[in-house]
């Protein structure tokens, strides 16, 4: 069998990839590890930047987006015992973000995918990548007991942090960079009516909280929590409990509790690999990159890289190959800035075990970001999305060798 790009991965990264793919007349499969149902029964965060929704309307996958999408134009922070509303919308220049949940997301991209009528096989575990150091790479993997080996162009590593593909990379080619976090978030989801019209953080004595929404009428909530915990040590009454202990009394007292319909707890990383091209194998989303939830930037790297990758390969089926040369550094002069970001919202939000010092830092520049016009400004032009360098960007080097090594056209 053959294609020009084998995607691997069904989440939001190589549906994605494919969809745009598509529509530039490149032809792609999606080699996807679980079910389908499985991988649409995922709960994940969706904070939507503008360059992700335009990203994809250009897939053609925007419409239930435009129409369930909830429109935030501000942020509220909560620290003291008080809260503090940062307008994203004036003081990025008119931006704003689209909380959209992730789960849907990927549901659209499932059904557009069908309805294009495009190779997906699912429940595929055994994918291996071979020979992607030269210009003829395959893909291998059995289908229903039988063995497949697909030829290509190209392989889209869109697999997630767990995945084959950067595993399939000799580790002396590849530069890790990671920072692991002394606690994780137990998060909660409800069929109960949001806090507010728009996302509240907290800092508070007792540790991080955050009241989201899916829409109108369905709530996510998050608390940090040890790392040693587990779902069974949070039963639903604990969670509501600890959440009001950790707002502000006005949020406390307006808080509407309800069964959980799903609980669930994640540890936070910041986790980069670099870099993101080895000959005709190109990472994507998880697969290069994690951050911690924090600055809801997951899903919005994922669709810039495959904004930036879809660019790169339309460009090298039109006999260019720059796009492809400057991928991974164009890349990374992205992911490093949603990093840092994600880092400092972190740092900044969380209470660090045993660090009463760094407690009163969070305190000063929590204060010193909501007194200060400049310093709400940089929170709110990070947090909408920093602008998409164009394709032709000098840039220069992001990662942090110089230069990365010779790869076959
Ligand atoms: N073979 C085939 N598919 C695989 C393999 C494999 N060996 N390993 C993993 N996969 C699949 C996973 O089952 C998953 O469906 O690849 C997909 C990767 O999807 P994600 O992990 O969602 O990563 P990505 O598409 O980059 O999206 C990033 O998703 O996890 C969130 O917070 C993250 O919001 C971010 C977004
Ligand atoms: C979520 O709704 O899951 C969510 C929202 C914003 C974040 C993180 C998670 O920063």
């Known amino acids: 069998m053959r ?36 991988v649409l029964g995922r709960i994940r965060a969706g904070v939507l930047e503008e360059i992700t929704v335009s990203a994809l309307a250009e897939a053609g996958v925007d419409a239930r987006l435009r129409r369930e999408g909830l429109r935030h134009e501000g942020v509220q922070l909560s620290f003291g015992g008080e809260r503090h509303r940062i307008d994203l919308h004036r003081l990025s220049g008119g931006r704003h973000v689209l909380v959209y949940g992730q789960t849907e997301l990927t549901r659209d991209l499932t059904e557009a995918r069908a309805a294009s009528g495009l190779a ?33 162009d190209f392989i889209a590593g869109c697999d997630g942090f767990h995945g084959v593909c950067r595993a399939s990379v000799a580790p002396a080619a590849l530069r890790i960079y990671e920072r692991a976090y002394p606690f994780g978030w137990m998060g909660l989801l409800a069929d109960t009516p949001p806090l507010d019209d728009e996302l509240l953080y907290v800092n508070s004595p007792r540790g991080f909280a955050l009241c989201s929404m899916r829409s109108r009428t369905r709530s996510r909530y998050y608390v940090q929590c040890p790392l040693t915990d587990s779902v069974r040590d949070w039963s639903d009454e604990r969670f509501w409990g ?18 959980s319909i799903e609980k669930s707890l994640a540890p936070l990383r910041s986790f980069v ?3 993101m091209r080895f000959g005709r194998l190109l990472l994507a989303g998880d ?14 790297l994922a669709a810039s890289d495959v904004l930036m990758l879809s660019q790169a390969l ?96």
């Open 3 to 38: 294609t020009q790009v084998a995607i691997v991965g069904a989440g939001p990264a190589g549906l994605l990839l494919g969809q745009l793919l598509h529509r530039s007349g490149i032809d792609n499969i999606v080699l996807e590890r679980r079910s389908r149902e499985h």
């Open 287 to 300: 697969a290069a990159h994690i951050v911690p939830p924090t600055g809801a930037k997951g899903l919005n």
């Open 273 to 275: 690999a670099e870099p």
């Open 242 to 259: 600890e959440l009001r202990e950790r707002l502000d009394p006005g949020s406390a007292a307006r808080l509407i509790t309800g069964p």
């Open 314 to 409: 339309e460009e090298h089926y039109r006999g260019r190959s720059s796009g492809l040369a400057h991928y991974s550094d164009r890349c990374l002069r992205r992911i490093w800035k949603a990093e840092r970001f994600s880092w400092w919202l972190t740092s900044l939000l969380h209470r660090f075990p045993d660090d009463e010092f760094g407690g009163r830092l969070q305190h000063a520049e929590l204060e010193y970001l909501v007194g200060s016009e400049a310093a709400r400004a940089a929170f709110a032009e990070n947090y909408v999305g920093l602008a998409l360098e164009p394709p032709d960007h000098p840039g220069g080097p992001a990662s942090g060798a110089a230069g990365s090594r010779h790869d076959p056209q």
């Open 120 to 152: 997906t096989d699912y429940e595929v575990p055994d994918v291996t990548l071979h020979a992607f150091d030269t210009t003829h790479p395959q893909v291998h993997y059995t289908r229903g007991g039988r063995p497949v080996r697909i030829e290509c």
